[in-house]
């Protein structure tokens, strides 16, 4: 770093565990599925911790020229390692670009990638995970016009929770860890949901 002089990039996987940051947090920029070591402080620039300093342009860009998913989307079957980026995507990648869109105005482009993040990702819950992953995307949907997909994706995401509380209840010997936290992630998910459906006036979603 002391000899580099920004000549040649340095880039972090979005993947890469924060203790392998080695410090520099504060100092990466995202770029979609990679983050870009540059000269800015993010605890100058923005003030909540959990926030990512995010190039706009270029994971537009990338989201809209560049990236390409596969059969995701309608694939009867997806392996643990496929399925388990699903939240990434949805939240870190389509639903930040999205919202940074909207708040700089840029509606339309903002309506391309949610439009994108629907026709690409897969038209079924598959963990826990997802249905609170989906909240910022799904916000994003309804600010740019897509309100039609913000409730499919919304009610598709409940009817998971839904049919998952009913499951853990009837199983009285699912009692570990990940039973645990699963439930915890729905009832978040629940208030979540509540608040987006009361915020766009979505009786469907009530």
């Not at 609170?132 to 997909?149: C, F, N, Q, R, T």
């Amino acid at each position: 770093l002391a000899n580099n002089n920004w000549k040649r990039p340095i880039y972090f996987t979005t993947t890469t565990p924060e203790t392998n940051y080695i410090g520099l947090d504060n100092y990466l920029v995202s770029e979609g599925f990679s983050l870009k070591l540059m000269p800015i402080n993010k605890s100058i620039v923005i003030t909540d911790e959990e926030s990512q300093l995010m190039n706009v342009n270029s994971v537009y860009d990338n989201i809209i020229n560049k990236y390409t998913w596969g059969n995701i989307a309608n694939s009867t079957y997806l392996d643990p390692d496929s399925y388990r980026y699903i939240s990434l995507y949805v939240s870190g990648i389509f639903g930040e670009t999205a919202q940074n869109l909207l708040q700089a105005g840029r509606v339309e482009e903002a309506r391309k990638v949610v439009n994108n993040a629907y026709e690409n990702m897969p038209k079924r819950t598959l963990q826990m995970s997802e249905p609170m992953s989906y909240v910022i995307l799904v916000d994003a949907m309804y600010k740019a016009g897509e309100s039609a997909k913000a409730k499919e994706v919304s009610l598709r995401n409940l009817n998971y929770i839904k049919e998952y509380m009913h499951y853990y209840t009837a199983n009285k010997k699912n009692n570990n860890l990940a039973s645990e936290r699963n439930v915890r992630l729905a009832l978040v998910g629940l208030q979540r949901y509540k608040m987006l459906a009361d915020q766009y006036s979505d009786k469907e979603v009530q």
